[in-house]
């Protein structure tokens, strides 16, 4: 039993604090909190009236919501929940090692690649009954995202938000520009914005998982979805012609990033789109966390990254997904699924949005009425989404991100013109890691 799976390491700082990105970035960065045991959960599972659950949300905004949602739960069930919740990086560090011993049955986790990669292990049940209720209140691009490499089911989501191009309603109306949905009209609009005296794409890549979202951006509309997911599973070469094109795409915008990227944090990053220093920024909706004034978060406002080649247009998403799985071998399996399906209904995921707004629910029929306009916009994104990605290091294994791929973006825009090296050192180091799964 080893502890550096594909994702059950020791992952670098950088690459916690993409982890935290979904309850809305407050996540506690490890407070001493103890371990997630290598035999086992909570260990109260076998009474058939209890169903244990193993939580990575142990920031107050989130762990206060999954308890009303479980709270529900056992009053129309009678089953109680009981919920062992460890500090968000250590059950991540954990986790391999957790689900290998004797774990919760139930166990929060993430959609897409990461889920996939404990589903071929045997570490995870399929939970295609619960499908057969729960499957008509998601979307299609959704239901890809819970399902294992075999076709089975394994996942429930819960809730997701978008990436996106984010601007100042203000400051598009002030100088004219229009939203660009094509690569020509968007490096224009750069060019515009430049002259105009703003910085055109806000950036900072001090933690170095920003760039990462950029990388995604360009190669699923370059490249498509199929191709970037076989890329993130080590399947496709780092030196192939199709991601040295990404590269050379993402070189012709490169200066209409804000300078100094690797020296700045993401929110640093934000403040020049609230004080209309920026015209323009790639990110997640947490990004409105910046906005701390009414009327400037009232004037934010976002666009689906322009598309590329024409064959793949805008059909791609990226939407880190949260949610629930099944472990090897629950003590209460019958308990286990009636959670689940509880979890898959719209009532669980209202449960959790009252308490959390930057989110938005994975379900189609949730209610969306209480939505503020960004939660609309991003609903209607992702549920209109052809294929959904959760993110590089969510999509791919956690140490070739953290260790190959963030240092490299971060060598790309230091040094664009060492692009052809830089691939080449990716694929070779690449090939050892999966190597190594």
Known sequence: ???????????????RRTLLRGVGGAALLGAGIPLLSACGGSGTAADPKTVSLGSNSSDAVPKKAYAEIYATFTKKSGIKVDVNTKDH??????????????PDDVFTWFAGYRMQFFASKKLATPIDDV???IGGNFPEAMKKLSKGEDGKYYFVPLYTYPWAVFYRKSVFAQHGYQVPTTWDDFVAL????????????AFGDKDAWPAMGTFDQINFRTNGYDFHVELMAGKASWTDPKVRKVFDHWTEILPYHQEGAVGRTWQDAAQTLVSKKAGMYLLGTFVGQQFTNKADLDDLDFFAFPAIDPQFGQDTVEAPTDGFMLSKAPKNHEGAIKLMEYLGTPEAEQIYLKADSSVVAASTKADTSSYTALQKKSFEMISGAKSLTQFMDRDSRPDFTSTVMQPALQNFIRNPKNVDSILSSIERQKKTIFASA
């Open 131 to 133: 499908w057969q209720k």
């Open 190 to 201: 750069c060019k515009r914005m430049q002259k105009d005296g703003l910085v055109p794409i």
């Open 1 to 15: 039993m080893h502890d550096l799976s594909p994702s059950g390491l020791s992952l670098t700082a950088p690459s």
């Open 89 to 102: 990086n250590t059950f991540q560090e954990q986790i391999n090692s957790y689900l290998q011993g004797t």
